[in-house]
């Protein structure tokens, strides 16, 4: 007998060295639809980047080997600076050459639509190394309340280069950014805050002052710089603390430990205390609270982003896992069950995407456009809780199609795994779904405009199918009751479905709207994945959603 006990077949190959932004239709159609002159050349670049097994392997290693706090040098003297491994560098290198950081608050028409289609293809190959690149982007433009910081700072923050160094701002290439608000006895309540903040004097960036209290997320400690709320006799203020002091010294930011996470392995974040630590005012004192506001809305928009962007991956893992593997004597592809599980996955995905891109296209039009500036304020929180919340199960849905292959870590090399353990913190992060709920209820509560900005938004789409219309019909009488704050989660995801519906009509392909008002709507939004009705192209949506 030759019997061989080892020979391994009906195993599918990885998924590497495809342009993740060439094969994403529902993508590249929807920028075509918001910027149809917008030049996608450096997004191929980056999308064929991010698919390179070169690149993967380095957010393996940046997952696996992850940051290590060096608190004191060998002498004994007080470092506070984080160890990562050279992978987490080339992934920070990429981001911030492709200026998914602060470059669009510096660069032309449709620069933050660019921006977050290039953040969605960096987010399928490594999201956790975004924390410091989403915060760098959401700070900058709140520098300008503070004239002589944003004239020194924003050409750094804006530059396309990464500079790792632990230096004096003026001799770095790049610079980064973090915020430091959640305190441990507060969470969201940011109001909460016992961080104490003493006048300290006058100087070249203006009001002085120094900081003692801690942050319980101190997310990025290797940032050059950071935002945080600490409080002044006026109340919770806005403060601008740098690493480095403008005369060379380190700042009294001492790194206590850095967090032991599900996920966002490559990502240090850490809790820290302020001891003496010098800051200087960004904006009014007692005004905090509305800066950071501010703040959260891109950071939150970057919740979606990135989400959305996970969801694409997860769907290209499994349907490059289901296309070669067999089982029952057909590829898993092939099945029933499995096709209607795919095709419902492909289905949210692109929903997410265009409901996430839109927002990003208000980014881009000037606060003076009344319409584009209320379409930030209502999809943010809507976008951010239905996006997000939707992730977890996606991802939970995508690994059920790879089988236990999908649930094994195996030293990083399982992708799933790490999309899987990373899905909950976007929802988590800047606001769980209670928080946005309760502030799309604010929003709604600001009267006609708001009414008459969602009613602009889903006019488009009136009359093109039932189930749409009967829902977007009952919508003005419970945002008029938009008071009872036990059914906000429920309006905001009914928000949500009919902004998505109404996007996918706009600029998808009709069986891609026909199945998302079958299979979301009139079905009330299917718990489960893999319940499309009878009668959807299930096929199109797979062949649509192809990854190769």
């Known amino acids: 007998m030759n019997w061989t006990t080892h020979e391994v077949a009906n195993q599918p190959l990885a998924l590497a060295d495809t342009n993740l932004f060439e094969h994403n239709v529902p993508l590249r159609e929807a920028l075509a639809h918001h910027a149809p002159a917008l030049d996608a050349v450096s997004l191929s670049a980056l999308g064929a980047l991010a698919g390179s097994a070169e690149m993967q392997a380095h957010a393996r290693l940046a997952n696996t080997l992850t940051p290590q706090l060096k608190s004191h040098d060998r002498f004994g003297r007080r470092i506070d600076q984080v160890e990562f491994h050279p992978s987490y560098h080339a992934l920070m290198q990429v981001a911030c050459e492709a200026g998914l950081h602060g470059a669009p608050w510096a660069e032309g028409a449709h620069a933050h639509l660019r921006r ?34 944003h004239t020194d700072w924003s050409p750094g923050l804006s530059a396309r280069a990464y500079d790792p160094k632990f230096a004096l701002f003026s001799q770095k290439a790049g610079l980064t950014m973090g915020m430091g608000m959640t305190e441990k006895q507060g969470g969201s309540d940011v109001r909460a805050n016992t961080t104490r903040a003493a006048f300290d004097g006058d100087d070249a960036w203006g009001r002085r002052y120094r900081l003692v209290g801690h942050k319980w997320f101190f997310s990025a400690p290797m940032c050059d710089a950071f935002l945080v709320l600490a409080q002044t006799p006026a109340g919770l203020s806005c403060f601008f603390l740098p690493r480095v002091l403008p005369d060379g010294r380190t700042n009294g930011i001492r790194i206590q430990r850095l967090k032991d996470k599900l996920g966002n392995k490559a990502n240090a974040s850490s809790e820290v205390e302020f001891v003496d630590a010098m800051a200087w005012l960004v904006g009014e004192e007692g005004r905090g609270v509305p800066q950071i506001l501010e703040m959260g809305t891109l950071t939150r ?41 795919l095709a419902d996955l492909a289905l949210e995905s692109e929903a ?46 995508t690994m059920e199609c790879l089988g236990g292959n999908g649930y094994v870590e195996e030293g990083g090399e399982g992708v799933m795994a790490r999309i899987y ?28 405009a708001v009414a008459a900005c969602l009613e602009r938004e889903l006019a488009p789409a009136r009359g093109a199918d039932r189930d749409f219309d009967r829902l977007v019909a009952g919508l003005p009488a419970r945002i008029d009751e938009a008071a009872d704050e036990g059914e906000a989660r429920r309006l905001a995801r009914d928000v949500a479905l009919a902004l998505q ?17 079958r299979g979301r709507i009139g079905a009330e ?23 190769h």
């Open 116 to 149: 977050a289609a290039g953040f969605m293809l960096f987010t399928e190959l490594e999201p956790s190394v975004l924390c410091p690149v989403s915060m760098s982007y959401a700070v900058a433009p709140a520098l300008r309340s503070n004239a002589a910081i």
């Open 301 to 341: 928009l970057d919740c979606a982003l990135g989400t959305a962007g996970l969801m694409r991956q997860a769907l290209s893992l499994a349907l490059n896992h289901c296309v070669q593997r067999k089982a029952f004597g057909k590829r898993l592809i092939e099945q029933p069950l499995m096709k209607n599980v």
């Open 352 to 397: 997410a995407t265009a409901l996430a891109l839109r927002l990003a296209h208000a980014f881009d039009a000037p606060d003076a456009d009344a319409h584009e500036s209320m379409v930030r304020r209502l999809l943010t929180p809507v976008a951010k809780f239905w996006v997000c919340k939707r992730g977890s199960a996606f991802a939970q849905e």
């Open 421 to 448: 353990r990373e899905m909950p913190l976007n929802s988590i992060w800047e606001g769980a779904g209670n928080i946005m709920a309760l502030d799309l209820l604010r929003a709604l509560r600001k009267g006609e």
């Open 501 to 517: 519906a109404a996007l996918l009509q706009r600029h998808a392909p009709g069986f891609v709207f026909e199945a998302f008002c």
């Open 525 to 547: 939004g299917a718990s489960v994945f893999g319940l499309l009705p009878a009668g959807v192209d299930g096929a199109a949506l797979i062949a649509r959603a192809m990854p």
